[in-house]
């Protein structure tokens, strides 16, 4: 897995994952662009504060301003999916 927006962010060193990682790790995929984020330098991100004391965080690509999708790396199976998800219950 590379970061798409390596050529944006001199001063990362974490545009590449190796193809055996020992745990699944979170990433970010913008739809618009087609991109995949790997760390949060080239997200940006808001805030919505309600009265309750509740934070929502929202996650934007800074290249187009689009949602963010946070995606988990490598992929589940979708049938590995299903079965953890009856496991679950």
Avoid: H
Avoid at 42 to 57: N, Q, V
Avoid at 73 to 79: L, Q
């Amino acid at each position: 897995m590379q970061c798409d927006g390596r050529s944006q962010c001199v001063s990362c060193s974490i545009y590449t994952w190796p193809p055996k990682v020992t745990k699944p790790k979170k990433y970010f995929r913008c739809e618009i662009c087609n991109i995949d984020i790997l760390c949060e330098k080239l997200i940006s991100s808001t805030y919505d504060y309600y009265d309750d004391g509740f934070i929502d965080k929202k996650v934007k690509c800074s290249k187009c301003d689009g949602a963010l999708l946070e995606l988990v790396w490598p992929r589940i199976p979708i049938k590995l999916e299903k079965e953890l998800l009856t496991l679950e219950k």
